[in-house]
C-alpha cells in the first residue's frame, strides 16, 4: 500500500518546517500532520480548499471560486469576501506549517495552489495508476496488479463526500469516482488472467450486491465462479441476472455476460472476458 506520510528514524530530531503531510480528496477531505489530523471546521474554507486543491498547480479563477462559494447567485461582495477567505486560508496553512509545501499564491485572474509532490492522494493515485497501466501494456501483471491495490487502497471513500453539494466540486469528485471505478475494474481484469478466481469470489460478490445491473461485475463473477468450479452457482447467478436486467431495465444481457454464459454451458477452460486493459 502506498503510504502518504513519512515518519522520521527513532531518534531523529523533527523540523516542524518538515513534518510529515498529507492531503486527502479521495474520501472527505483530511489534511492530516504529522499523523494528526488537522481540524478546517469553517464550511466556506473547506470548499476553497477543496477548490484550490481539486486544480493544484493551476490557476483557479475568482469566478469559479465564486461559484463554488455561493452558487449562481453570489453576493454583489463575493470578490471582497472571497479575498477574506483566501487571508483566512493563508493564517490556517501557516498556523499548521503547510505553507511550504502547499502554497497558495496570486495568479490571474485567480489563485493558484502549489502543491509538493507526494502529499495530495488525487495526484499519488494518478501516478499509480499510470505505472500500473505501463507495467500491464509491458506484460508485467504481477508489478501491475500490485500497483493497482496500492492505488486503489488510497480511497477512504467517495471523492470529498462531504463537499459534493456543490456543482464545481460534485463534478471533480465524480470524476475522480469514475477513474477509482476504472482501474478496479483493470485489476480485477489483472487478477483473473493471474488465476486469482477464488480469491476474487468473495470481492465480486460484494461488488454486484453494492451495484446489481453492473454487467461488468457480473461477468466476471460468472468467470470466478466458474473457473473456481462452481458452474451451477455460475448458471444460477446468471439465470437471476438476465431476469433482474429484463425486469428493471428491459434489456438482455451484454455481450460479455452471454460469452460469459456460453462458456460455462460448454465447458470452455480456456475462455478470456475482453480485458479492460491494452492488449
Same mark, same amino acid.
Given at each position: 500500500m502506498t503510504t502518504l506520510l513519512t515518519l522520521? /528514524?527513532?531518534?531523529? +530530531? @523533527?523540523?516542524?518546517?518538515?513534518r510529515p503531510v498529507a492531503l486527502?480528496? *479521495?474520501?472527505?477531505?483530511? #489534511? %492530516? @500532520?504529522?499523523? $494528526? $489530523?488537522?481540524?478546517?471546521?469553517?464550511?466556506?474554507l473547506r470548499q476553497l480548499l477543496a477548490a484550490l486543491l481539486i486544480? !493544484?498547480?493551476?490557476? /483557479?479563477?475568482? $469566478?469559479?471560486? #465564486?461559484?463554488? *462559494?455561493?452558487?449562481?447567485?453570489?453576493?454583489?461582495? /463575493?470578490?471582497?469576501?472571497?479575498? %477574506?477567505? %483566501?487571508?483566512?486560508?493563508?493564517?490556517?496553512? @501557516? &498556523?499548521?506549517?503547510?505553507?511550504?509545501r502547499c502554497t497558495l499564491g496570486t495568479r490571474a485572474p485567480g489563485y493558484r495552489m502549489q502543491v509538493a509532490d507526494g502529499i495530495l492522494d488525487v495526484a499519488l493515485f494518478e501516478q499509480q495508476c499510470a505505472r500500473a497501466l505501463a507495467s500491464a501494456e509491458a506484460g508485467h501483471l504481477e508489478l501491475a496488479s500490485q500497483t493497482y491495490h496500492e492505488a486503489l487502497a488510497l480511497r477512504r471513500g467517495p471523492a470529498l463526500e462531504d463537499l459534493r453539494d456543490s456543482p464545481v466540486l460534485a463534478g471533480a469528485a465524480l470524476q475522480h469516482d469514475e !477513474?477509482?471505478?476504472t482501474a478496479l475494474k483493470r485489476r #480485477?481484469?489483472?487478477?483473473?488472467?493471474?488465476?486469482r478466481h477464488l480469491e476474487l469470489v468473495g470481492e465480486l460478490r460484494r461488488l454486484v450486491v453494492e451495484d446489481p445491473l453492473n454487467e %461488468?461485475?457480473?461477468?466476471?463473477l460468472m468467470v /470466478? *465462479?466458474? &473457473?473456481?468450479?462452481?458452474?451451477?452457482?455460475?448458471? +444460477?447467478?446468471y439465470r437471476r441476472t438476465r431476469a433482474k436486467l429484463i425486469e428493471e431495465l428491459g434489456i438482455e444481457p451484454g455481450l460479455d455476460l452471454r460469452l460469459a454464459h456460453q462458456a460455462v454451458l460448454t465447458d470452455d477452460a480456456g475462455f478470456q472476458l475482453r480485458p479492460r486493459i491494452p492488449a
Open positions: 522520521p /528514524a527513532p531518534g531523529e +530530531a @523533527v523540523d516542524r518546517d518538515s486527502r480528496l *479521495l474520501g472527505p477531505l483530511e #489534511i %492530516v @500532520v504529522d499523523g $494528526e $489530523e488537522v481540524p478546517l471546521p469553517q464550511r466556506k486544480r !493544484a498547480n493551476t490557476t /483557479a479563477s475568482n $469566478e469559479l471560486l #465564486i461559484r463554488e *462559494l455561493w452558487g449562481d447567485r453570489p453576493p454583489p461582495t /463575493a470578490l471582497a469576501a472571497l479575498r %477574506v477567505y %483566501v487571508s483566512q486560508l493563508r493564517k490556517f496553512l @501557516v &498556523r499548521h506549517s503547510l505553507e511550504g !477513474a477509482w471505478a #480485477i481484469d489483472l487478477d483473473l488472467m493471474l488465476g %461488468v461485475f457480473c461477468a466476471r /470466478a *465462479l466458474y &473457473r473456481s468450479g462452481r458452474s451451477g452457482d455460475a448458471l +444460477a447467478f
